[in-house]
Antibody
């Protein structure tokens, strides 16, 4: 069964850091680009970041550039999101998702991990 | 970045009716548009990719059309389980932005 499982969320103070992980199973992880999408409480989906299958190319939305870093370890079938200088507006459920084919669409999603930035 | 505007914000229809959801892009995205459904308390699910291609396991009553800046998701005959928020997303340019969503209610 194709599956994604996020972990690493929690409560952090403004200015703090957190690293999210997403474990993948049931597919050839290294063959697919991956992404992080977040959803603030009661709000819509916001695309955050993506990484190519071999990890050589990364993309970010403007609001997280310079603060967040996406990476992957294909030997461990794991995707990461390092989040630094966190702000209250980063509070959200963070989903990892698998792109199908060449970024056609995200066909597999995890259940999400909650990040709360508050003092 | 490309802004996607979805309309209407809320759609309330009866079972068996046809739902038409719209997504308009601030600039051309060619056919590089996807649709997702997010049921309450669940992660999103891909319905349509590249404007008109149904994702695996999606029934034929879901269809997508459009190109350039104007796109439509049609659900031909609503069932109660279609209650959800529907989002469009473009992959034409980075960042791969989402629309703000259409909330579909079933009367």
């Amino acid at each position: 069964e194709v599956q994604l499982l996020e972990s690493g969320g929690g409560l952090v103070q403004p200015g703090g850091s957190l690293r999210l992980s997403c474990g993948a199973s049931g597919f050839t992880f290294s063959s697919y680009a991956m992404s992080w999408v977040r959803q603030a409480p009661g709000k819509g989906l916001k695309w955050v970041s993506a990484i190519s299958g071999n990890g050589g190319t990364t993309y970010y939305t403007d609001s997280v550039k310079g603060r967040f870093s996406i990476s992957r370890d294909n030997s461990k079938n794991t995707l990461y999101l390092q989040m630094n200088s966190l702000r209250p507006e980063d509070t959200a459920v963070y989903y990892c998702a698998k792109y199908m084919g060449y970024y056609y669409g995200m066909d597999v999603w995890g259940q999400g991990t909650t990040v709360t930035v508050s003092s | 970045e490309i802004v996607l505007t979805q309309s209407p914000a809320t759609l309330s229809l009866s079972p068996g009716e046809r739902a038409t959801l719209s997504c308009r892009a601030s600039q051309s995205v060619s056919s590089y548009l996807a649709w997702y459904r997010q049921k309450p308390g669940q992660a999103p699910r891909l319905l349509i990719y590249d404007a008109s291609n149904r994702a695996t396991g999606i029934p034929a009553r879901f269809s997508g059309s459009g190109s350039g800046t104007d796109f439509t998701l049609t659900i031909s005959s609503l069932v109660p389980e279609d209650v959800a928020v529907y989002y469009c997303q473009q992959r034409s340019t980075w960042p791969h932005t989402f629309g703000q969503g259409t909330n579909l209610e079933i009367k």
